[in-house]
């Protein structure tokens, strides 16, 4: 993938994770520190009405950096936002930045259930933060635990191209967006419980990954509870009202795979040792009573943050990759 590309990624993950990269709550900061240049904005509207189609803003974003370089400001309706779009600078933000930078504004759709108070991605870098951070730097993303699930990942990518060449053979076309996606979660979910929640045949129970899908829909498209929030009580998209209906489909699925873990633990069965059980047995570092919200709320997290995120990447490496027969051949020599 080409490197404009692959910054392209990281800013678009930026901002359906955050929908406001930056931005700066208080009027006297504003004057204490100058903004990077940016278009001229309306006064009711900002820049909202420049950003072209809500599925396209990468594009807007790659043209609006060709003016005004690759830290530049967008008034976003109510809110200022900070668009970087250089690799570089993404990664001086991610890395040397990253502490000055953490807190995040959460979208409305996050607050359901009040996920944001016992989320990885939401909550501001304080102790409770901290402590969920280092049980998924050691429990999940140490490369040792990685390591460990190499044959896992090897599995579920063979699943894959087992049903790509069936449909091949059968002559159906492939979606790669929702193979991926489905693929990716099913890696998730028996990294986490030890168990497939979705299949690849269409006729396997999709209600688990059609909720995962929805609540990402809901809370990474554009919301004007967002843009304004003075409009937020009134949940103008109705993604508040949506969100209170899949996010209760999603805790109660958890709820099963933890209920269904403690039970056999009481029984004597043998712990399959997956992140469930590690963090049961970790506690977490909260009180009794915060248990399993926190659990359900990391778990959430890390279904929204490992799913679309990998499976957009692998939909864009193909559509790079069908635009581009050379590349192709060298991917698919390498891969043979
Ligand atoms: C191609 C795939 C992925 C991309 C492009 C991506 C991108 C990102 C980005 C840009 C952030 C924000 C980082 C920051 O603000 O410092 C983030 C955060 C996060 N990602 Fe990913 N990610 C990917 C895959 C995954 C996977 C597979 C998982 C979990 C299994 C995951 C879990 C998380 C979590 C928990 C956070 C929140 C971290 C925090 O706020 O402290 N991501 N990701």
Redesign the pocket.
Known sequence: MEVGTLSL??LI??SL??ISLFPLKHKTKRSLYPLPPGPRSLPLTGNLLQLGPTTQPHITFTSLSKTYGPIFSLQLGQVTTIVISSQEYAKQ??TNH?FA??G?HEPDAVRVQSHHEWS????PPGPR?RSL?RI?TTE??ASQRLDSYVSLRKQKVQELLNFINKSAKEGTAVEIGPAAFTT?LNL?SR?IFSTDLAGLNSDSSQEFKKTVEGIMVEAGGPNVSDFYPVLTPLDLQGVRRRMDRLVPVLHRAFDEQIDRRIKNREEGSIAPNDLLDVLIDSNLGVEESEFRQSLKSVFG??FA???D??S??VEWAMAELLQNPIKMAKACNELL
């Open positions: 990624l990281v993950s930026v994770l955050s933000v991610f990253d930078l953490a995040r990885i991605a939401w909550l933060w951070c998924c999940l993303f990716t998730l990294t997290d890390l943050a490992g799913t995120t990998s957009n990447t």
